[in-house]
């Protein structure tokens, strides 16, 4: 294993936006530039987009969270995390962990009683990493979706 980093977390900024869409195609989505910089101008209270960053202040991975409105199915306030990707080069080092524990603090702030994600059932490796950090898998499902 290579040796943890000295990694920052912080919102990101519109600067960050072109190093966002290059982690994104690692996990093999393809966003346009100008919706990247547009979810980044609409973070606020119940949306954010965190940063990794190191000594250097190089941008090594991202985070997506926002608020779930507690409905039928659930009672609970809740955050729920989109989107997590750390550079190919730098897993396994610390800012994949320091991000999700930043979107937790992110989600007690705002009175989140429970914190949830999706995860590619391909990506069995972010699954043990999920599992790692104390996050219990409650169900699997398939997706379904129609181009209108």
Same mark, same amino acid.
Request: aromatic share 6%; hydrophobic share 45%; with cysteine.
């Given at each position: =294993?290579?040796?943890? %980093? ?18 994104? +195609? +690692? ?5 346009? !530039? ?24 190089? /941008? !090594?991975? =991202? ?5 779930? /409105?507690?409905? /039928? ?6 955050? #729920? ?35 949830? %994600? ?10 043990? #990493?999920?599992?790692? %950090? ?6 699997? +499902? ?5 181009? %209108?």
């Amino acid at each position: =294993m290579s040796r943890a %980093l000295n990694t920052n977390i912080r919102a990101a900024r519109l600067g960050d936006a072109p190093r966002l869409v290059e982690l994104l +195609q +690692q996990l093999g989505y393809v966003v346009a !530039l100008s919706h990247v910089e547009r979810s980044i101008a609409a973070t606020g209270n119940d949306y954010g987009i965190l940063v990794a960053i190191d000594e250097d202040i190089s /941008v !090594l991975g =991202m985070l997506e969270v926002r608020l779930s /409105v507690a409905g /039928v199915t659930t009672a609970e306030r809740g955050g #729920f995390i989109s989107a997590v990707v750390v550079d190919g080069a730098d897993r396994s080092r610390g800012a994949g962990e320091a991000l999700v524990r930043a979107a937790e603090e992110w989600a007690r702030e705002r009175g989140c009683a429970i914190l949830e %994600l999706r995860t590619n059932v391909v990506r069995a490796r972010a699954h043990a #990493f999920y599992e790692r %950090l104390g996050y219990a898998r409650k169900k699997s +499902q398939h997706l379904y979706a129609r181009v %209108l």
